[in-house]
């Protein structure tokens, strides 16, 4: 009698953790809730390389020679989200791509970290192999899983001059935790390990978890600003830790809100100014 119970128990156990991979491996596709022509931008619809499905994109040219950016929104955001923010890196001059991340388009799962940095490099090949762009000062916005990306992609490619790093974290584990206790409502760190393990096993093949810990070391010599915001305490406690780790060119700023998906007002604007002050600062010669 013993043992049948303990199969249905761990059977029911892995049946759950199962699901919660599965939910946050595929937020859903997010609807695109402008474009840039709502902001009078040129655009180029471009793809990013991403696997078996390719990331959609713009290309939004600026000045001949100057500074590239790459936008990278968060989790269960789309390119869309960094429209405001483009229209003023834009007025400053700056060539910009801007994409949506894995898991906000129609069937594509996200990975959390894992595979997104190889998507960064990518865009960060895209943005340099476009003639109107300086190949040679490169600039990445991220949030959260693209804070990531943008950190670890950085540390390959010298290129990469200026980031700001917006809820970012180290470890897909940290994320996984975050997500489980801001989407479930559950702050367990047994659930948490037990969700780890089973995403680790769904994505182990073809060597996923190679990229180990950050080097701080290989982004000592970038400018990075790391963001947090009241909205993600979480995700601000771990942007400190990274922070902490990173010598000497770092600067840290709190806002009340954090990149989310919906921003409006003076929040969304103060943010924006922000941003585009850094990069004015940091990347034009």
Same mark, same amino acid.
Do not use: H
């Given at each position: 009698?013993? =043992?049948?119970?303990?199969?249905?128990?761990?059977?029911?156990?892995?049946a759950i953790l199962g699901v919660l991979v599965y939910k946050l491996s595929y937020p859903g596709a997010v609807q695109e809730t402008a474009n840039p022509s709502h902001y009078l931008l040129p655009s180029l619809e471009v793809t990013v390389p991403a696997g078996k499905?390719?990331?959609?994109?713009?290309?939004?040219?600026?000045?001949k020679s100057a500074p590239g950016i790459i936008l990278a929104p968060?989790?269960?955001?789309?390119?869309s989200d960094a429209l405001s923010l483009a229209a003023a890196l834009h007025e400053a001059g700056f060539n910009l791509l801007v994409y949506t991340p894995?898991?906000?388009?129609?069937?594509?799962?996200?990975? =959390?970290?894992l595979r997104e940095t190889a998507d960064m490099l990518?865009?960060?090949? =895209?943005?340099?192999?476009?003639p109107e762009s300086n190949r040679e000062r490169l600039g990445i916005w991220g949030v959260d899983v693209g804070a990531n990306a943008a950190l670890r992609a950085a540390a390959e490619c010298k290129e990469v001059r200026a980031i700001i790093a917006d809820s970012a974290f180290e470890s897909v584990a940290d994320f996984l935790g975050y997500k489980i206790a801001e989407d479930f409502g559950v702050d367990s760190r047994i659930l948490q390990l037990g969700t780890y393990q089973i995403f680790r096993l769904a994505h182990i093949?073809?060597?996923?978890?190679k990229g180990g810990a950050l080097d701080p070391q290989a982004l000592s010599d970038r400018t990075i600003l790391f963001i947090k915001g009241e909205n993600r305490q979480g995700l601000g406690n771990l942007a400190t830790a990274i922070y902490d780790k990173i010598q000497p060119?770092?600067?840290?700023?709190?806002?009340?809100?954090?990149r989310v998906r919906v921003m409006s007002g003076e929040d969304l604007r103060s943010y924006d100014r922000h941003v585009t002050n850094f990069f004015h600062l940091n990347l034009r010669n």
């Open positions: 009698m013993v =043992l049948p119970a303990a199969i249905i128990l761990i059977a029911g156990a892995l499905k390719d990331l959609p994109g713009w290309w939004i040219p600026g000045l968060g989790y269960g955001m789309s390119r894995r898991g906000s388009t129609e069937k594509s799962a996200s990975t =959390l970290g990518e865009a960060i090949k =895209l943005v340099q192999g476009r093949a073809g060597g996923a978890f060119q770092k600067e840290m700023i709190s806002f009340k809100t954090a």
